[in-house]
């Protein structure tokens, strides 16, 4: 959330080293804390910010291997979503600074919170009843933690398309209530399609490897989505998909 990593580097003087060398004793148990995703505290407890950027870090790095695997990689950055520790101070100031910005411009609010080559994670904004609406995140993974409030998501799985590529019929795979704390995920296959609805005001940290950039924006849809369902089958939908 800086300008610069403070996590990736550090430069300093021969004097400046020794200052470091005097502090080590803070600086240690800033270091145990941050890296407590590796197992120094315990496995249940929560992280810091700088924690949770390190361990998505780690995972989502492997989206290079060839033995990534998506539905294992939202696994753990669900977990590790789980443990982020919602009152770090770098958080609540993000979360007020939106909240100040955003509140009353009818409008769903976006914040950068972190980029990297591998990953992005969004602080995402909603007034009561605010709702993006359906659409896809081709070639991406997302993991949402709902970090105050309450949003309703639904997950949907494109099932066929006619040869136009814009009428389509989506599956809906999953229908959740998320409140503080809970998560929500979609691979690049499965549960992509989604819609999100605030009952109150809420805020989300989104996180999606990898991170957006102008190609996957401009691939990116939009659906209009026929709510009667397809045919009388309860999780069929007809759509129309748009740019």
Known sequence: MDDYDRRHFIKTSIPGFLGISMALPAITAFATRANAYQGRLKEDGSINWDAFLSAIEVEAKKQHLDSWNELEYVKKASAIAARLDLRDPSL?????????????????????????????????????????????????????????????????????????????LLKQTSHAMLSKGNVSTLTSKERNIHRVAAKEFTQLVDIFAPPYDKKRIADSNWYEVDSDGYKGKGDLFEAVRKK
């Not at 979360?95 to 609010?109: I, P, Y």
């Not at 639904?154 to 398309?161: G, H, I, R, S």
């Open 92 to 168: 609540v100031k993000a979360f007020k600074e939106t909240k100040a910005k955003g509140v009353g411009n009818k409008r769903v609010d976006f914040s950068g919170l972190e980029k990297q080559i591998d990953y992005h994670v969004t602080l995402v904004q909603f007034e009561k009843n605010e709702q993006i609406m359906h659409h896809d995140h081709p070639e991406m993974t997302g993991v949402l933690l709902c970090a105050t409030g309450e949003v309703e998501v639904w997950n949907y799985d494109l099932f066929a398309e006619k040869a136009n590529k814009r009428d389509v």
